[in-house]
């Protein structure tokens, strides 16, 4: 079974639109948790972490439910730059990440 | 602020030859660093990470080696490239107190 799971999308969204997806951990020991943004043949970089109370940043909402082992991010009022692959992130020692495929987002004009 | 560099951008190379690529971070000491690499449509597959000047762990074994001969730089080398190796390699920072992780731009390697 993979560390974290993620549906691949694509996700198809109109501009304006609301958005969002999970991530599923298999590490019940996970202590942090992070999504990241990878643009097309970029590096990823931090979106946002994600913590135990849910936190948002701007129009984009990330909640963690650790019972179930999933995490979720959603974004509100799409834009055209919004468009990325999403990474969902789980810490499972001080120096290793366990990254997710990604979910791609696609948002049309 | 910090700032992370890796270079080459691209590189194109035949099967059985060696590779070099170089990653720099400036603005912090003592920095963890890694290498990953992303094959098309995957995830990032953690290859090595580096505690400190001349310390190494590996993730997976195969024909890569990584060294850290500073302490802001690491080494990712292969003696004999494999077709497998072609991807996308990500050298990524981070500092203890902190929690994640930031990434250089990447070497897109082909290999043919």
């Known amino acids: 079974r993979k560390e974290v799971e993620q549906d691949p999308g694509p996700f198809n969204v109109p501009e304006g639109a609301t958005v969002a997806f999970n991530c599923t951990y298999s590490n019940s020991a996970s202590q942090s948790f992070f999504w990241y943004r990878q643009d097309c043949r970029k590096e990823p970089k931090l979106l946002m972490s994600?913590?135990?109370s849910g936190n948002e940043d701007g129009r984009f909402t990330a909640q963690l439910n650790r019972a179930s082992q999933y995490i979720s991010l959603l974004i509100r009022d799409s834009k055209l730059s919004d468009s990325a692959t999403y990474l969902c992130?789980?810490?499972?020692?001080?120096?290793?990440?366990?990254f997710g495929a990604g979910t791609t987002v696609t948002v049309r004009a | 602020s910090q700032t992370i560099h890796q270079w080459p951008a691209t590189l194109v190379q035949p099967v059985g030859s060696p590779l070099s690529l170089e990653c720099t971070v400036e603005g912090t000491s003592n920095p963890n660093l890694y290498w990953y690499r992303q094959a098309a449509g995957r995830g990032l597959q953690l290859l090595f990470y580096?505690?400190?000047?001349?310390?190494i762990s590996s993730e997976v074994p195969q024909n890569l080696s990584a060294s850290r001969p500073q302490d802001r730089q690491f080494i990712l080398s292969s003696k004999k490239l494999l077709l497998s190796d072609s991807g996308f390699y990500l050298c990524?920072?981070?500092?203890?107190?902190?929690?994640?992780?930031?990434f250089g731009p990447g070497t897109r390697l082909t290999v043919l």
């Open positions: 580096s505690v400190g000047i001349g310390q």
């Open positions: 990524a920072w981070s500092v203890l107190s902190q929690r994640t992780q930031y």
């Open positions: 994600v913590y135990s």
């Open positions: 992130v789980v810490r499972i020692n001080d120096y290793k990440l366990s």
